[in-house]
């Protein structure tokens, strides 16, 4: 009988069945070898080859699970850093995307029995935040790359020098009002004392008719002048106050608009600017997983409505239907230069803006405001999973 030949329906199935992942237990890792079924392993475990690799193994066995697990750790980090950068997201959403490569090494050939084992450990060395819901283990990339931490020293500098600046203001206003509260106390008030006689014995006398005359003839040359004079007085007196006022409502006014927009901001800058949820209605984000469906796989669609902060609906641009999707499904959609996007995360959370321009070895973009109290502002350094594009 002929040997099966390169395009027999046997020779095919058999490629077929070798292209996809096979089961973790008929697999060697020392070998490098993924075997079908159980009786192929065994065959596999009795050969000269794979005796040879487990004496080679057991010479130095910690070598072997460093190597394996120092491979592991830099693929699943690599994974998490590129795909999924700083959010939040599930373990096993992460694990199952690592191992649909086929060249991946298997966990049960490093030190970690578990995917939980794992993320602990990540967890003790400060690698990522871990997070345990009753959904499982949620894990955040903590990116200690050195332009991001100079950036954020930067950003954190800013914020000391504006703080300085408010508070400056704050005491330079303190102590004018210390200033003026003392001055009102120090005031020379008319006070009223008692009548005080040395002699008591000695009679007060009043003379009304004597003055007279003469007082009447000095009041009525005094009278005319004097009054034109207080007249003049109070004229100009009115006149000065009324122009502070207008220039004291002036600079009120334009202070006040000037002190809402620092207040703004301050209140943006101490509340935390990044959160673990970035839905927004009217965004086009894109599908990423295959639980939905395969007509659904690497599909884009609109964001009609937000709930629980983490759930959405999403209609299809393509099919128009609509679907109930998590936020660890979906993934950010990045426009062409020009176009509207929304930010979604960071201290301009919710602000309409421009992509002005993209910046892929460091995975951010440089995005001009068009909302906002600080709008026209050009931000740079903002991370392709804080802004998507706005539906038009």
Known sequence: MPKNGFLTPKAIANRIKAKGLQKLRWYCQMCQKQ??????????????????QLLLFAE??????????????????ELLKRRFGTRRIHSNVIYNEYIQDREHIHMTSTQWETLTDFVKWLGREGHVTVDLTEKGWFITYIDRDPET???????????????DDEERMQK???????????????????????????????????????????????????????????LKAAAAEAASTSKKKEKDDRKRKKSALEEIREMEEKKKK?????????LSKGIVVKVVTKRLGEKYYKKKGVIKEV????????????????????????????????????????????CKATLLSLDSDKYCVSVQLDSGP???????????????KLAQ
């Open 149 to 163: 931490l100079a950036r954020q020293k930067l950003l954190e500098k800013r914020e000391k020098v504006e703080e």
């Open 270 to 278: 101490t509340e935390n600017p990044k959160k673990d949820y970035w």
């Open 172 to 230: 330079f206003i303190q102590k004018q009002i210390e200033k003026a509260s003392d001055m009102e106390k120090n005031k020379n008030e008319t006070v009223y004392t008692d009548l005080q006689r040395d002699d008591e014995e000695k009679k007060i006398a009043f003379n009304f008719g004597a003055a007279k005359s003469s007082r009447e003839s000095e009041s009525e040359s005094v009278q005319p002048e004097t009054s034109t004079n207080v």
């Open 307 to 350: 709930r629980d902060l983490y759930t959405g609906f999403v209609k299809m641009i393509d099919s128009g239907t609509t679907i109930k999707v998590d936020q660890m499904h979906v993934e950010t959609v990045i426009p062409a230069e020009g176009k509207q996007v929304l930010i979604l995360n960071g201290v301009h959370r919710g």
């Open 60 to 77: 130095n066995p910690d070598k072997y699970l460093d190597y394996f697990s120092e491979e592991f750790f830099d693929g699943f980090m």
């Open 374 to 388: 600080v709008k026209g502002r050009t931000v740079n350094g903002v991370q392709y999973e804080d802004i998507s």
């Open 35 to 52: 075997c079908r079924d159980e009786n192929g392993f065994k065959c596999h475990t009795m050969s000269e080859s794979h005796q040879r």
